[in-house]
């Protein structure tokens, strides 16, 4: 989760049906907004804009692809394995579990021993 993501957001997001609908889709199988819309039997619109907060929430990722024709589109996929959402002392709290590349998690690693 980003910084500016608050678990207000985040919990509005994943709580939202369409969205929901959208993350277990592309779970399974990465697709274009084109795709999700006819995958899942929902309007372009409705998928660009659960799409567009999903990303804003890093909830999801894309890549553009060039189609045969020449023209660019975006594939989307999930962008984490499971949440986790937790109240201690009256407080929610977020957390979302990516998987990470190997070099990803050397480098993080490699910061965390705070080796220069």
């Given at each position: 989760m980003n910084e500016e993501s608050s678990?207000?957001?985040?919990?509005?997001?994943i709580g939202d049906e369409h969205a929901r609908t959208i993350l277990a889709s592309i779970s399974r199988e990465p697709g274009s907004a084109k795709e999700l819309s006819e995958r899942l039997?929902?309007?372009q619109?409705?998928?660009y804009r659960r799409l567009?907060?999903?990303k804003e929430n890093e909830l999801i990722k894309d890549r553009?692809?060039?189609?045969?024709?020449?023209?660019?589109?975006?594939?989307?996929?999930?962008?984490?394995n499971s949440t986790v959402i937790?109240?201690?002392?009256?407080?929610?709290d977020v957390r979302i579990f990516r998987e990470e590349n190997l070099p990803d998690r050397f480098?993080?690693?490699?910061?965390?021993?705070?080796?220069?």
């Amino acid at each position: 989760m980003n910084e500016e993501s608050s678990i207000e957001e985040i919990l509005d997001t994943i709580g939202d049906e369409h969205a929901r609908t959208i993350l277990a889709s592309i779970s399974r199988e990465p697709g274009s907004a084109k795709e999700l819309s006819e995958r899942l039997d929902l309007s372009q619109p409705t998928i660009y804009r659960r799409l567009d907060v999903l990303k804003e929430n890093e909830l999801i990722k894309d890549r553009t692809l060039v189609a045969d024709d020449g023209n660019h589109y975006k594939e989307y996929t999930c962008n984490f394995n499971s949440t986790v959402i937790s109240l201690e002392d009256d407080e929610y709290d977020v957390r979302i579990f990516r998987e990470e590349n190997l070099p990803d998690r050397f480098t993080r690693l490699w910061d965390e021993l705070g080796v220069q």
